[in-house]
């Protein structure tokens, strides 16, 4: 294949110029970082299975009218997907207590919240992507009010799908991290969703047993960190054939 242009490295995927004006080439890494880099390691396989489960959900919400910048996935660890002016926040939603909730407010982890809960971060590793509120959007320019209420609209009903789509395979989604972008067609401006849906942003505990399925494995040395992506790609239906020893998938180019 021919080499291409990378465009941007993030801590766990890189963006390569795609094959048209408009696309890009979202390469997935095995590289995990945890409290903004501080902690960094490696999760075998985490790459393709990243890749196999953010292309399962991104396709399963397009079907219910979501927009995504999702294309196709071209291969173990890369997915075409459309370019998008990138929003700079982190839409957090909050099922259950648990992580920086649980922390900050004192509340015991694990208790269902009595209603979703829907929180901004400011996306700059810097100032270590503070909470903002509203205001600060919209004050500083990072999202207009319509963006927001767009937003907000897409993220509950991604909440109220993901939440049914996991429970029906025995697994409670507690919380997890959204990203949208903008993307321009003719003189038009939709919010789409954006980056990826996978372990890596989202905690995902078993139903019945409270068993961790994601990324605070890795950041909370649980162990057994490639076992708990596999067995969510596993619930999914859509664990790689070739099983988790053959999950190196092609080297990157650059
Ligand atoms: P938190 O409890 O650490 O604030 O995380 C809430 C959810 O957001 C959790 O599912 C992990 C996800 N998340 C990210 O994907 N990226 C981040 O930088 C942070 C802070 C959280």
Redesign the pocket.
């Known amino acids: 294949m021919a080499r291409r242009r990378q465009l941007y490295e993030g801590k766990a995927k890189i963006l390569f110029e795609g094959p048209e004006p408009g696309t890009l080439v979202q390469y997935f890494k095995d590289d995990a970082t945890a409290g ?1 880099g501080a902690k960094k390691g490696t999760i075998t396989g985490k790459g393709v299975l990243n890749n196999r489960i953010s292309e399962y959900l991104m396709t399963r919400l397009a079907e219910i009218g979501i927009p995504t910048h999702f294309i196709r996935r071209l291969n173990m660890r890369e997915q075409l997907i459309r370019e998008v002016e990138i929003i700079p926040l ?1 839409v ?1 939603v ?1 099922n259950v207590a ?6 900050r407010l004192g509340i015991t982890e694990g208790q269902r919240l009595p209603r979703s809960i829907i ?1 901004y ?1 400011y996306k700059n590793d810097q100032l270590n ?1 503070p909470m903002v509120a509203e205001e600060h959007i919209t004050c500083f320019g990072w999202a207009a009010t319509q963006d927001l209420d767009d937003m907000v609209a897409l993220t509950l009903r991604v909440n109220d799908f993901l939440c049914g789509l996991f429970l029906g395979v025995g697994i409670t989604l ?4 959204l990203e949208f972008g903008r993307l321009w067609e003719n003189e038009e401006m939709r919010i789409v969703l954006a980056d990826e849906i996978s372990p ?4 995902l505990w078993d139903t019945k047993t409270g068993e961790k399925m ?3 494995r890795f950041r909370r040395d649980l162990g057994k960190v490639e076992e708990g992506y596999q067995e969510v790609a596993r619930r999914l239906g859509i664990l790689p054939e070739a099983g988790p020893r053959d999950m190196s998938g092609p080297e990157v180019m650059q």
Not at 174 to 177: C, I, S, Y
Not at 200 to 203: A, K, M
């Open positions: 903004n982190e957090v909050r648990a992580g920086s909730l649980a922390t929180e971060y992507d507690v919380d997890f991290k890596d942003n989202c905690r994601d990324k605070d």
